[in-house]
């Protein structure tokens, strides 16, 4: 089974950088997705990432640990736009995803 | 690419009635994923199609839900005799490829509110 833990909610202030944790248990261990989701749209690719190390894309960069199961999310130069769900997600060999319930993310003026 | 397309965007119903979604995935996308979500919840798989095969069912999937593809592309997502637990957010996904990396896209979702 797949068993994915991340933080219920954040509040952060725009400008600033927050880091949104996901730590995960899996019987197989095949990448891990990162998900954007703003409130009453549909989730949206972020990252992903199957070796252990930063992976930087803009203002967004995504880290692995696969010996610790835990991955994060860093976002950067936080805007109002950037207020919404991040799901961290695992896929099976079989490339089904499970998903975790989500990081509600608050950027404060 | 006009992305993943759902119908209806909102649905409501009486306990009891059945109700029929439909999912449009991107054109040369082989696989097709169908999800549920609540709020504050994640999206909880339900099945997937690779073309027009039903690869897996969720155990947690009554018998009261179907889903087809009948030619590999739209599929069709059926519940019957609906309960009030059954309100949810239904979305639909469909990718590339079966492999692991490939990333998901996601249709608006379906509404459902039972009565």
């Known amino acids: 089974g797949q068993n994915i833990d991340q933080p219920t909610e954040m509040t952060a202030t725009e400008g600033a950088i927050v880091q949104i944790n996901c730590t995960y248990q899996t019987s197989g261990f095949n990448g891990l997705f990162w998900y954007q989701q703003h409130a009453g749209e549909a989730p949206t690719f972020l990252s992903y990432?199957?070796?252990?190390g930063l992976e930087e894309k803009g203002r967004f960069s995504s880290f692995l640990s696969r010996s610790k199961g835990y991955s994060y999310l860093l976002l950067k130069e936080l805007q109002m736009k950037d207020s919404a769900s991040y799901l961290c997600a695992v896929p099976t060999n079989a490339g089904k995803s499970t998903f975790g319930d989500g990081t509600t993310l608050t950027v404060k003026p | 690419d006009t992305g993943v397309s759902q119908d209806p965007r909102h649905k409501i119903t009486k306990r009891g009635q059945n109700v029929t979604f439909r999912c449009d995935p991107i054109s040369e996308h082989n696989r097709l994923y169908w999800y549920r979500q609540t709020l504050g919840q994640g999206p909880e798989f339900l099945t997937y199609?690779?073309?027009?095969?039903?690869?897996?069912k969720s155990r947690l999937l009554s018998d009261r839900f179907s889903a087809e593809r009948p030619k590999g592309s739209f599929s069709t997502l059926e519940i019957q005799r609906t309960e009030q637990g059954d309100s949810a957010m239904y979305l639909c996904a469909s990718s590339f490829g079966a492999a692991t990396n490939e990333k998901l896209f996601f249709g608006s979702g379906t509404q459902l509110s039972v009565l």
């Open positions: 199609f690779q073309n027009e095969a039903q690869l897996e």
């Open positions: 990432n199957v070796l252990d």
